[in-house]
């Protein structure tokens, strides 16, 4: 189908005419979308068109796209959803009239954008919304969620659908015949695709409903239920107000609408619901076709008109009228006329019975349809309920079976406690046994250690005196000595002393003691000392009561001192009780700052572990982010070099050993979080970057080392994505490893080490006078160029006359303005060269100043390589063009070579110059002329070419039908052999360009990087 036809048919059914859009123009906008399998070529027409400045154009368009998006290709939508924006702002503009084709404008192009986004988001959805109960289920993907948001994006179609209706019906005045004339035909035509619509979203809505309340509670869908119920009844009145419109009525019928909605609340009703079925009538008249304001629409006539193949029949029956066979006498004369009518008569009775007969047939092939559709919705309706139960019964079943091992668990729970029980009761009754029998040793023990004491009491009684005498000392200086260490230090010393007197007392009584035995014993063996001894035994009786006396002083004094250690243990009791409760306090004290100090310090840890966590996953997302730009088809335009990923790299690998450091920091102490914190920050903002400028370099360098180096840094931000996952759980926090992703980083850093350019690996000398030997050899080049074009076009003004002549005469003058261009271009760009290396170098030579910046001279050199070259070419190709054996397209394309090359010495020269450097203004302004100069070559070669080609113009009219078909075969193979020739062309530009670039990675050090690798 040709595309200029169809732009006619869309210019002429989008007009401001205020009829009815035609049948056949839209019919052919449709087959042109299927033709095309998109819809550029409507937008290319529609956007041409001042729908913003007239409402009636406007409602058109809104009509033709409402069809195209219904039975248009199905990519009419996704291309239509480009100009979304603009449909919205003249929506939006529309929006402002309250009255009239812009407000109805408003709401159509409101109503447009939702079914579009509504296709979009559920692509299942045709466009004219014909589906089948598979589909819809298929549609929500069994999926409860997705049903309720299907049936909540329905609604909202729904009511855009609704508002369009009401808001024709309200500009319209329904109290006069509207639907007959142009006017209102033109407001009621895109009503018809409205109710198209209706049906289908009010009948999909119904059963979506239906599928939401066996699934979901009732009082979760109360809001639908209240929704539905208004739409209801919206739809319903709509519904019966287009049926008696006389202009609907030879277009479409429109259904009816149950008196009441169905009740979701009862799950049989679904089997009681009827699909609202649009009957388009295939014989049905189209808008266009309908003679408006005539009295043949208004005036209802019973004269039956014969159908074609009836009047067919009849003619071949009873002959041709009378008008077409001019020799028939008999309809002349009136003869057998009567008889003929009659058979008419007849006859339309028969086809009026059969046609009563093929209605009834019809209504009630429509009532069986109808019928069985309702058992068929009643059959799923109890498929439905079916499943639903044994869904229950499932789920019953389930939970029956994990009660039942819930019971299993406690049974066997109990038998192993009574279990267990038993055998606490059997240690019990042992260990009682066991109790009984020690009890009654302990009693034994008892009964002896009583026997034990009490021969021990009768030991003691039989002591002798002095033996108690002295056992008593003893005792009382025992309970001294223990009394007087709890004493003072000064009780101590003289308790100390008071015992050293009663030992020595003792020592006295002991050998007073023994005096006396050994004075008994002599004298039993001598009377004679008698006398002596009854003396000495008076002197000592009265030395023993002297020791009595000395005795009881010192048991006096011993009794003061015990009441005085009384007196200072009861004081050390009190103070040491009043201590025992400050202590007790301070203890109190102590553990509540204790609990609340391990409070703060938990609610601390979860903070710190809080703020670790989200740093980590801050950090996820830039990594994600720079892994999603490299297959993002915009971040292909960008570009980077290897030395920049390489500092990318290195970075990347010293934040990883902070990052281990501040970790094992963290780890030993949870108190260095901060550390931690700003360590996985930058680690995430440096490895998002090396992964952002690794893609971005493997757009500059071959396919093979592209593609390991985009698979690098894949490699690099799935480990990185890897060592984060395991920081963000405390658990793997202490065995996260960072030795995989360094180990990737170093390997980007490798690849980036290999992809740096060697360099021309020139002596600072050689590099600067090099730099110096360029420029000059440019200037030489493109003074000999001027030369050389000067010279010819001195030979052309003497060789070339007429046409040719002026052709000659304006390429080369254009060629020699840009020679000088070119010059003055080159000297500009060598001052601002002197003037930056004069601002740059410091206290540092020239040529070390250039060899310090390589990477920049090694551009000024290229860039002046390239401009020379350049002029010497065009200087050949206009040579060439002159003598007449050259070609016009190597000029121009010698000119946009130059063009090139001085733009790239212009950006070699500029990039280390001062913003506001006058020499840099300078060098810019030359540029400009340099362009403007290629742009003359490029017209005067494009002019004189013109010229040429028009004076070469062949003459066919002498030509014969035989030459002429001979001229055409020649022609068409030529065509053929320009094409196959154009075809090779291209393959070889493609093979040369990527040699090019081969040969120029070599002079950038790509090869040798290559020949490293292999």
């Not at 649009?278 to 304001?293: D, K, L, M, N, R």
């Not at 410091?842 to 020379?868: C, D, H, Q």
Request: charged letters at 30%.
């Amino acid at each position: 189908m040709d595309l200029s036809k169809i732009a006619v048919s869309i210019n002429k059914a989008i007009n401001t005419q205020e009829v009815a859009v035609k049948e056949k123009h839209a019919r052919t906008c449709i087959l042109g979308t299927h033709h095309e399998k998109g819809a550029h070529t409507f937008w290319a027409a529609v956007n041409r068109l001042p729908l913003s400045s007239n409402a009636v154009l406007c409602w058109k368009f809104c009509h033709v796209f409402h069809k195209l998006l219904r039975d248009g290709h199905p990519n009419v939508i996704k291309d239509s959803m480009r100009n979304k924006a603009d449909l919205t702002d003249m929506s939006r503009m529309w929006g402002h009239l309250s009255e009239g084709y812009g407000k109805l404008c408003s709401i159509y192009l409101k109503l447009l954008i939702t079914k579009m986004e509504f296709h979009i988001k559920n692509p299942r959805f045709p466009g004219n919304l014909q589906m089948s109960n598979r589909q819809l289920d298929e549609a929500g993907e069994n999926d409860v969620n997705n049903f309720f948001q299907l049936t909540v994006e329905m609604f909202d179609y729904l009511e855009c659908e609704l508002n369009l209706f009401l808001g024709v019906f309200s500009s319209l005045d329904m109290s006069r015949s509207v639907s007959v004339t142009a006017a209102g035909q033109c407001r009621l035509a895109p009503l018809i695709q409205v109710i198209l619509d209706c049906s289908h979203l009010y009948d999909y809505t119904v059963k979506l409903l239906f599928k939401l309340h066996s699934c979901l509670p009732a009082d979760t869908l109360q809001g639908h239920r209240d929704r539905f119920q208004e739409q209801f009844k919206k739809l319903k009145s709509l519904f019966y107000r287009s049926s008696n419109l006389q202009y609907f009525k030879r277009l479409i019928q429109i259904p009816q609408l149950p008196e009441n909605p169905p009740n979701f609340l009862r799950a049989s009703a679904l089997s009681e619901h009827i699909s609202p079925v649009v009957v388009i009538p295939a014989e049905s008249s189209s808008p266009e076709s309908e003679h408006v304001v005539e009295t043949d629409d208004l005036v209802d006539t019973d004269v039956p008109v014969l159908p074609a193949p009836l009047e067919t029949k009849f003619d071949d029956l009873f002959g041709t009228s009378a008008a077409i066979d001019p020799f028939n006498f008999n309809s002349q004369n009136g003869m057998r006329k009567d008889d003929k009518d009659r058979l008419i008569e007849q006859l339309t009775r028969e086809i009026q019975a059969l046609k009563e007969e093929l209605e009834s047939f019809r209504l009630e092939s429509g009532r069986l349809c109808q019928a069985l559709r309702g058992r068929v919705n009643e059959l799923e309706a109890e498929l439905a309920e079916q499943s639903h139960l044994r869904l229950q019964a499932v789920g019953e079943s389930e939970f029956l079976k994990a009660e039942l091992d819930d019971v299993r668990r406690v049974r066997e729970d109990t038998e192993k406690e009574q279990r267990s029980l038993t055998e606490i009761e059997r240690k019990a009754q042992a260990n009682e046994q066991r109790y009984t029998k020690l009890k009654e040793k302990y009693t034994e023990l008892v009964q002896s250690h009583a026997d034990l004491l009490r021969k021990n009491a009768e030991v003691t009684r039989q002591m002798t005196v002095a033996r108690a005498a002295q056992d008593e000392v003893e005792a009382v200086r025992k309970e001294m000595q223990e009394k007087v260490k709890a004493a003072q230090e000064a009780a101590d010393r003289q308790e100390r002393e008071q015992l050293e007197q009663l030992q020595q007392l003792q020592r006295e009584l002991v050998s007073s003691r023994a005096e006396l035995d050994s004075l008994k014993t002599s004298m039993a063996s001598s009377q004679q000392s008698s006398e002596v001894l009854g003396t000495q035994l008076a002197a000592l009786e009265s030395e023993k009561a002297e020791l009595v006396q000395s005795l009881s002083k010192v048991e006096a004094e011993l009794s003061a001192r015990g009441e005085e250690l009384e007196r200072v243990q009861s004081s050390l009791v009190t103070e040491r009780e009043s201590r025992v409760k400050t202590a007790e306090t301070l203890q109190n004290q102590l553990n509540e700052k204790e609990s609340r100090e391990q409070a703060l310090e938990s609610q601390l840890a979860v903070a710190r572990w809080a703020s670790l966590q989200g740093a980590v996953e801050e950090a996820e997302k830039i990594i994600q982010d720079s892994l999603a730009q490299i297959d993002d088809p915009a971040h292909i335009s960008c570009t980077s070099s290897a030395d920049y990923l390489a500092s990318r790299c290195q970075a990347s690998l010293d934040c990883m050993e902070r990052l281990n450091s501040t970790r094992v920091a963290f780890l030993a102490d949870n108190t260095g979080v901060s550390e931690l914190v700003r360590a996985v920050t930058q680690s995430g903002h440096l490895v998002g970057d090396t992964i952002v400028q690794g893609s971005a370099t493997s757009h500059m360098v071959p396919v093979e080392q592209a593609d390991a180096l985009s698979e690098s840094v894949k490699v690099c931000g799935a480990e990185a994505l890897a060592l984060l996952g395991q920081m963000k759980q405390q658990d793997g926090l202490a065995a996260a490893d960072s030795g995989k992703l360094k180990a990737a980083l170093e390997a980007v850093l490798a690849t980036a080490e290999k992809l740096r350019p060697r360099g021309l690996e020139l002596q600072q000398g050689e590099l600067g006078d090099l730099v110096e030997q360029e420029m000059a050899a440019t200037s030489a080049a493109v003074e000999s160029a001027a030369a050389r074009i000067e010279e010819m076009l001195n030979k052309s003004r003497a060789v070339d006359t007429g046409i040719k002549m002026e052709v000659n005469e304006r390429i080369l003058a254009s060629c020699t303005e840009l020679m000088q261009a070119i010059k003055e271009l080159i000297l500009s760009s060598k001052d601002l060269q002197r003037d930056i290396v004069e601002s740059g170098r410091g206290a540092a030579s020239m040529k070390e100043f250039y060899a310090k910046n390589s990477r920049w001279t090694e551009g000024l050199i290229s860039a002046s390589k390239a401009v020379g070259w350049g002029a010497t070419v065009m200087v050949d190709a206009a040579d060439l063009v002159v003598q007449g054996k050259g070609k016009f397209e190597e000029l121009m394309v010698c000119s946009h070579e130059i063009a090139a090359s001085t733009a790239q010495l212009v950006a070699a020269s500029k990039v280390k110059a001062d913003k506001d450097s006058t020499k840099l203004h300078r060098l810019q302004q030359a540029s400009r002329g340099v362009t403007q100069a290629t742009a003359a070559v490029v017209a005067s070669t494009k002019s004189g070419k013109s010229q040429i080609e028009e004076t070469d113009t062949m003459d066919f009219s002498s030509m014969t039908l035989t030459q002429i078909k001979r001229q055409e075969m020649d022609a068409q193979v030529l065509v053929l052999e320009l094409e196959m020739r154009l075809q090779k062309e291209r393959e070889r530009l493609g093979e040369l360009r990527k040699k090019h670039y081969e040969l120029a990675g070599v002079a950038e050090g790509w090869g040798e990087d290559e020949e490293g690798t292999g």
